[in-house]
C-alpha cells in the first residue's frame, strides 16, 4: 500500500511538474479573466466518453458563446493569480471530451473561481500536454506494484479498498 500511496504521489508531482514546464515555457499565465454568469445555466447532466482516449469526464457546464461549445468547470475557493496547473490540465480534458461527444473542438475552457474566472486556450501545445500527462499516468498505471499479502482483514481495512482493483474481498 505504501507504494500505491508514493505512486499516486509521484504522478500527481509529475503533473505538477509537466503543467509548470509548460507555463515557464510560454512565459506567460495560462489564463485569461473574463466575466461569466453561471446562475442561470443549467449543469450538464451526463458525462462525455472519448473512446479514442478511453477517457471520461463531466465538466460542470457546457456553454455557447459565439455558437461554439465551452466547458466551464466551477471551483468554491478564491482565485490564485492564474488558474492552477491541474484545474488547466482539467480543462484540457474536458476540451477534448467535448470534441469527441459533439464533433466541435472548443478554442478554450473556462474555470471559475469563488471571485474570478479565466479563459484558457485550447491550442495545440496544451492537448500535446494533456497527451503526454495520459500517456504518462497509464504507463505508470501499468507498471503498478502487485498486491504483496492474502490478508482479507487487510484489504477491508485499506482507505483505498473501495477503489482497488486488486482488493481481497
Ligand atoms: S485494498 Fe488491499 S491490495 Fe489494495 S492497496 Fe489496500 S491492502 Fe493493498
Not at 509537466?18 to 446562475?39: F, N
Not at 461549445?69 to 484545474?87: D, M, N, Q, T
Not at 497527451?131 to 506494484?145: G, I, T
Amino acid at each position: 500500500m505504501v507504494y500505491l500511496i508514493l505512486l499516486l504521489f509521484l504522478i500527481g508531482v509529475g503533473l505538477l511538474w509537466l503543467a509548470r514546464r509548460r507555463q515557464v515555457a510560454t512565459g506567460l499565465p495560462p489564463g485569461r479573466v473574463i466575466s461569466i454568469d453561471t446562475e442561470h445555466l443549467g449543469r450538464l447532466e451526463r458525462s462525455l466518453y472519448d473512446p479514442t482516449l478511453n477517457l471520461a469526464g463531466r465538466p460542470d457546464y457546457l456553454v455557447k458563446r459565439s455558437g461554439k461549445l465551452v466547458p466551464v468547470e466551477i471551483k468554491s475557493a478564491r482565485a490564485p493569480l492564474g488558474p492552477y496547473p491541474s484545474h488547466v490540465l482539467q480543462l484540457a480534458a474536458y476540451c477534448t471530451l467535448v470534441h469527441a461527444a459533439y464533433g466541435q473542438r472548443p478554442a478554450y475552457g473556462i474555470v471559475k473561481y469563488a471571485d474570478r474566472a479565466f479563459s484558457v486556450d485550447y491550442n495545440s501545445s496544451l492537448e500535446n500536454e494533456l497527451l503526454d500527462v495520459l500517456a504518462e499516468m497509464r504507463r505508470a498505471e501499468r507498471q503498478k506494484p502487485a498486491r504483496s499479502h492474502e490478508s482479507v482483514n487487510r484489504c477491508r481495512a485499506c482507505g483505498f479498498h473501495q477503489v482497488c482493483d486488486q482488493r481481497l474481498e
